[in-house]
């Protein structure tokens, strides 16, 4: 995604970067030109090699799940290849009895607010009776960028996945964002929104 204006950033979801080159170095009057070889994937698993040049590169790695010393393969826990525990909720799935909590848990959004309410979730449900359930799919998530990236809620792709193509509405919109529209910039920087809604519920 590339957003349009003076901010110019780029954001690429679902890439691995697999090569790095300095094309100019960084000066006192700039950061210089990096070009970036990546590996895009599609959120229908089709992948492609990328490549683009950009002066500033933050790269989000994400986060390793210190499993292998636990002995979780002793009891039979699947864990899937980046190490985290495969599980239903907080639930391991091949071993009912015990539980995984954030990051280490396979498909669960790497967020510390997450991991402490689906800790406190759990609890309520297995020492006082209470039947709340953590909903994974409706974390609202941000990166602090200008102009900020933001999701909540299923993705296009996954929508159509779980509930098919011919139940679900996709609208988009275009606007000033209220930082830019009060300002005197002279360049307005302009958002974007799409909202995916499932029809019987509109």
């Not at 010393?69 to 899937?80: E, H, T």
């Not at 510390?112 to 709340?132: D, W």
């Amino acid at each position: 995604m590339k957003p349009s204006g003076q901010c110019n950033v780029c954001l690429f979801l679902r890439c691995v970067p697999i090569k790095y080159e300095r094309l100019k170095k960084p000066t006192e009057n700039g950061p210089g030109m990096i070009r970036v070889h990546t590996i895009q994937e599609d959120e229908d698993g089709t992948k492609e090699e990328v490549t683009e040049e950009f002066n500033t590169v933050l790269m989000a790695i994400g986060r390793d799940a210190m499993t292998d010393d636990l002995g979780l393969d002793i009891v039979g826990v699947n864990r899937a290849k980046s190490g985290k525990i495969i599980g239903r909720r907080e639930q391991s799935v091949s071993c009912p009895y015990i539980y995984a909590i954030g990051d280490v848990l396979h498909g669960s959004p790497e967020l510390t607010p997450v991991a402490i309410q689906a800790g406190k979730v759990l609890m309520r449900r297995l020492f006082t009776g209470n039947s709340e359930l953590t909903e994974y799919d409706k974390i609202p998530t941000t990166v602090f960028t200008p102009l900020e990236y933001g999701s909540c809620g299923l993705s296009e792709y996954a929508a159509i996945q779980k509930y098919g193509k011919e139940n679900i509405n996709v609208y988009h919109n275009v606007f000033i964002p209220l930082e830019y529209a009060v300002t005197e910039r002279k360049e307005k920087t302009h958002c974007y929104c799409k909202l995916i809604c499932l029809k019987n519920e509109q």
